[in-house]
């Protein structure tokens, strides 16, 4: 089992920045990758930006060039540091961790952080 505590979350105006962090506590020797979903009101919940253990980074289009997603794997921590943010970057966004436990793969959610962004 790996426990998922997100932070940072709050509102801001348009044009500002936050910073979310993710510590990951439990089975961590297991995790091999961290990312943020997003899930707007009355929308699906959708990919924000996910990393490896190893660094490797993948982006949504919507994130590229205005969030850095970031891992301390000494402190099995994820951050996402959003700027030039928008109205429609509004919503509860949740930490995922991906988990290797022999052959297979388990996936591991926070309990989200609202992020409200005001015109």
């Known amino acids: 089992q790996v426990q998922l505590v997100e932070s940072g979350g709050g509102l801001v105006q348009a044009g500002g920045s936050l910073k979310l962090s993710c510590a990951a506590s439990?089975?961590?020797?297991?995790?091999?990758?961290l990312g943020w979903y997003r899930q707007a009101l009355g929308a699906q919940r959708e990919l924000v930006a996910t990393?490896?253990?190893?660094?490797?980074?993948n982006y949504a289009d919507s994130a590229e060039d205005r969030f850095t997603i970031s891992i301390d794997n000494a402190k099995n921590t994820v951050y996402l540091q959003m700027n030039s943010l928008k109205p429609e970057d509004t919503a509860v966004y949740y930490c995922?961790?991906?988990?290797?436990?022999?052959?297979?793969?388990?996936?591991?959610w926070g309990q989200g952080t609202q992020v409200t962004v005001s015109s």
């Open positions: 995922n961790a991906r988990v290797r436990h022999d052959v297979a793969l388990y996936y591991y």
């Open positions: 439990g089975g961590t020797a297991g995790i091999n990758a």
């Open positions: 990393i490896s253990k190893w660094g490797s980074a």
